[in-house]
């Protein structure tokens, strides 16, 4: 009975996969996992080497905090969209011991997407990013990018697979959950933490983690559509 339950249980994983996965990604072999700083089988060197230039799809550019230059374009590739930007530490969403208003003054109760059951995303334990809101520099949602979608998150030799979860102000970009920061080995504090720099993030067009709130879910996909990036561009 055991046998067979965890076989019944790896057929459905599997076709879940299939069916989150863009229909030019299915079908890429996943290559076995080897031990690499951050999570899953792909290189933090091997996806920056994918995005050295730039082709715009932003109709101009973002600021990384309000009032500072612009200077962040959003950049298009096969199956992905990408920028490079610093880290601002979101903690939106679930209040809980490390994110609330005590500890983020910034801090709101609510996320742009929620999870299964309807509550705001938990930016301590969920890792994120933020999107800009729509407006006439960009739309995410006419690039295939949508809450739930899969995002790489690069700093240094480190490689965080996170989901789109919140969106933020419509002029500036280059934020994330304090569990991704955490993840990258970054200070995750929402007031003093983060990166002033020589984050990329990379977003995988028309796909989605689900549920949205499962980490693991986020991964698996991720790592196979960083291998389809990798093949692709």
């Known amino acids: 009975m055991r046998s067979r339950t965890l076989a019944l249980a790896a057929a459905c994983g599997a076709a879940l996969l299939a069916a989150a996965l863009p229909a030019s990604a299915q ?16 290189s933090a060197a091997a996806l920056l080497a994918k995005v050295t230039g730039c082709a715009p799809l932003s109709h101009g550019k973002y600021r990384m905090d309000a009032g500072a230059p612009r200077t962040v374009p959003v950049c298009g590739a096969k199956g992905a969209v990408f920028w490079k930007a610093d880290l601002d530490v979101d903690c939106d969403g679930q209040s809980g011991a490390v994110c609330n208003r005590r ?18 995303l938990d930016a301590a334990k969920l890792p994120y990013v933020v999107v800009p809101k729509p407006s006439r520099v960009w739309d995410y949602g006419t690039s295939g990018i949508k809450g739930g979608g899969v995002a790489a998150v690069i700093h240094g030799d480190k490689v965080a697979y996170a989901v789109v979860g919140d969106t933020g102000p419509k002029d500036t970009i280059g934020e994330a959950s304090y569990a991704t920061a955490k993840a990258l080995g970054l200070d ?14 990379i977003l995988f067009k028309d796909s989605e983690a689900i549920p949205i709130e499962e980490h693991s879910a986020a991964v698996s996909l991720g790592d196979e559509l960083a291998q389809h990036f990798l093949a692709s561009n």
């Open 27 to 42: 079908g890429v072999r996943v290559l076995p996992r080897r031990a690499l700083a951050g999570e899953g089988t792909v």
């Open 188 to 201: 995750p504090d929402p007031r003093t933490g983060g990166a002033e720099s020589d984050v990329t993030y």
């Open 103 to 120: 500890t983020d003054p910034y801090f709101q109760p609510d996320t742009r997407f929620h999870q299964s059951d309807d509550k705001p």
